[in-house]
């Protein structure tokens, strides 16, 4: 009887733990791109300020870059995604 008990414990720590680990990427997974975006978006801001004439090419320029700034918030969310459905089933 004392076997059961202890597998129900383990499947229990599992759960625990991905869904801890789950928590801490999302969390420092997105913490360094949003600094980059905020960056990103100051400079913008900044450069438009000074040359309001090229607006339009800074701004695209502004949006691609934050494309390639969010894709690692995004692996960060697919591997949340697979730690809590996959493992912490």
């Known amino acids: 009887m004392a076997e059961p008990t202890q597998a129900v ?3 229990n ?4 733990a ?7 990427c999302m ?9 980059g975006q905020g960056f990103i978006g100051g400079k ?3 450069n ?5 004439d090229n607006a339009g ?3 695209r320029t502004m949006l691609i870059a934050m494309t390639f700034t969010e894709s690692s918030s ?3 969310l697919m591997i949340s995604l697979i730690l809590l459905f996959v493992f912490a089933k």
């Open 27 to 35: 969390g420092l997974g997105s913490l360094g791109p949003s600094l």
């Open 48 to 52: 438009i300020g000074k040359k309001p």
């Open 57 to 59: 090419p800074i701004s």
């Open 74 to 76: 995004i692996y960060a």
């Open 9 to 11: 414990e383990v499947i």
């Open 13 to 16: 720590w599992v759960k625990v």
């Open 18 to 24: 991905s869904a801890l680990a789950a928590g801490l």
């Open 44 to 46: 913008a801001c900044e």
